[in-house]
């Protein structure tokens, strides 16, 4: 990095934790602290939902995802404008009409205390494990890519976070994330143009899908009913639904956002924006991935993106073996740069079909080279990660932007990182306080629980940054956030359409249910039973059931003293 790209990174993200900070000093009452003032506008709650999803991850993960396997993924986003609509008509309504502070204070005017502080723990677990890894994410990359600190990074990143979470709230949040969502779409607009840029003068946007394609990359719909496969548009049509469904309408990090709508026509008006934009643009950053798969169809590309990895290896006694895969890979990058231009210029079908064959199977044979050199990189080093599709595209940008556009780019990776942590602390801080602590602690003026709202954000901030710590990177980022989440929202889903839809069953029934839904899935998910998108439809089926079951099997006298 550059001294430029420095002041880029370091300006930005100053910028957007000094401005935040101004802007929302001196939140008075806890209307103005966990709600903003009940006055944003739509397109506010539109872009702070989007960035409260919109973590690191999908800017470090995704790219990655997209260059392995494809445009399989979007699928995975198929069932959130379903879930938009059943939230507009049914969740936003009744959470405002209620004037709730969160989503789990309707659960006790519905069922009792006990289920509310049940489903408030439950998010409480998933979403704080969540806050850390958002921190953790673009950390434990940046650290292997840079030679950056891994826990002063860690350290860096909860610290701006919790400053400007703490002084100013939810407005804070709404406020930073508007900021932080045009660094995103602009730096992420310019990454696409450049790597078109880079591309042979002949291969225009259209060839480079037609390569992409030659090799299976665009391959969106699966519509197999094939269990073992993660992404299919059943799953995302129906497990997606039920995960935004769970995600948007009872995750405090995303009710929070909508709750500081002006009105419900506003809260309703941002989440459908949410809705007609999110898949787009998730469809736009696999698209990025794969125009970076297309670059290093003409480009050398290294046998493994982990630089810390390679490391290892490098100083081990499987050097020499790695290096003779690199040799292979090299002369394969050669042959493969040759087929892409042959296949791009000529005219005859029965050629070009020829050629076809013969990069999908130079491209098979890398794809070889690269499984053998994860088991060279196991043996060096038994603890190593070698997965490395959360590396490829900082790989991308650090050795093939010009000067400037990597700190720019960067700054994209760790403002995701910020906004997402933010939203993420600030529910926490308010379910904690308005769920936990002012339930417990009696009435007190406004001041006192505003103050207790920063504690509990600087303590929930503190745990996310240890979480971040102790972390360990899994399989891809995207997905491990997504798992944790579905062990838990089909279950507090399910309590919730209880709660709106089926009015016999009471608490005692839904309080038993929830608890044995909980132990179900998390053994179901432990012995690998289902893909984890099931996991929510599951947990959603079986808390409801179990519940009517329940409440039909208890005595009528208790029925109908609950």
């Not at 794809?367 to 190593?384: F, G, H, T, V, Y």
Request: hydrophobic share 50%; net charge neutral.
């Amino acid at each position: 990095m550059q001294q430029i790209d420095w002041i880029v990174l370091g300006g930005t993200l100053l910028f957007i934790v000094l401005y935040g900070t101004y802007k929302t000093r001196g939140s008075k009452n806890v209307t103005d602290y966990l709600k903003g003032g009940s006055d944003a506008k739509w397109w506010t709650i539109g872009l702070s939902v989007m960035a409260t999803q919109a973590s690191a991850i999908t800017f470090l993960s995704t790219p990655g995802q997209a260059f392995h396997d494809g445009m399989g993924f979007v699928q995975f986003y198929f069932g959130l404008p379903i879930a938009m609509v059943v939230i507009c008509l049914v969740f936003i309504p009744i959470y405002h009409r209620l004037k709730v502070f969160t989503a789990y204070e309707y659960l006790e005017t519905r069922f009792d205390l006990k289920t509310r502080t049940l489903t408030a723990i439950l998010f409480l677990i998933q979403r704080g494990l969540a806050a850390g890894i958002t921190i953790f994410a673009p950390a434990i990359i940046l650290s292997a890519v840079l030679g950056w600190n891994l826990i002063y990074l860690n350290v860096i990143i909860g610290v701006l976070v919790i400053i400007y979470t703490v002084s100013g709230g939810t407005k804070a949040v709404s406020v930073t994330q508007k900021q932080q969502m045009a660094v995103i779409f602009a730096g992420m607009l310019i990454a696409f143009l450049l790597i078109l840029n880079y591309l042979p003068l002949d291969i225009t946007f259209s060839k480079a899908l037609e390569i992409a394609g030659a090799n299976g990359k665009m391959e969106i719909l699966d519509f197999s009913f094939d269990f073992d496969n993660r992404y299919t548009f059943w799953s995302g049509i129906i497990g997606g639904s039920f995960l935004a469904l769970s995600y948007f309408g009872t995750d405090q990090s995303q009710v929070q956002r909508y709750l500081s709508g002006k009105s419900v026509r506003q809260s309703q008006m941002g989440m459908i924006f949410n809705g007609l934009l999110k898949v787009p643009m998730q469809f736009f950053i696999l698209l990025v991935g794969i125009m970076v798969f297309v670059f290093y169809q003409f480009n050398s590309s290294p046998l493994h993106f982990n630089p810390a990895a390679v490391e290892d290896v490098m100083a081990s006694p499987y050097a020499q073996e790695y290096k003779d895969l690199v040799t292979e890979k090299n002369a394969l990058d050669e042959q493969l740069i040759s087929k892409q231009l042959a296949f791009t210029t000529t005219n005859s079908a029965s050629e070009k079909e020829l050629l076809k064959e013969e990069i999908q199977i130079i491209n098979v044979t890398e794809d070889e080279l690269r499984e053998q050199s994860k088991a060279i990189i196991k043996k060096a080093n038994p603890e190593a990660e070698t997965n490395d599709k959360d590396y490829v595209f900082i790989h991308f940008i650090l050795n093939n932007l010009p000067r400037g556009l990597i700190g720019l780019l960067l700054a994209v990776i760790l403002s995701a990182a910020m906004s997402s942590t933010a939203s993420e602390l600030n529910a926490l801080g308010s379910t904690t306080t308005i769920d936990l602590y002012k339930r417990n602690v009696g009435v007190r003026d406004d001041k006192h629980y505003v103050k207790a709202s920063k504690w509990f954000t600087l303590l929930w901030g503190i745990i996310a940054i240890l979480v971040a710590c102790i972390a360990n990177l899994f399989d891809n980022l995207i997905q491990l956030v997504n798992i944790i989440g579905s062990i838990f929202y089909g279950n507090v889903l399910g309590i919730f359409l209880l709660a709106f839809f089926i009015k016999y069953v009471k608490s005692k029934a839904v309080f038993t249910a929830a608890i044995i839904t909980q132990a179900i899935i998390i053994y179901v998910w432990w012995i690998d039973l289902m893909p984890y998108l099931w996991l929510n439809l599951a947990g959603c089926a079986l808390v409801m059931g179990i519940a009517i079951v329940l409440q039909s099997m208890l005595p009528k006298k208790e029925n109908a003293s609950e």
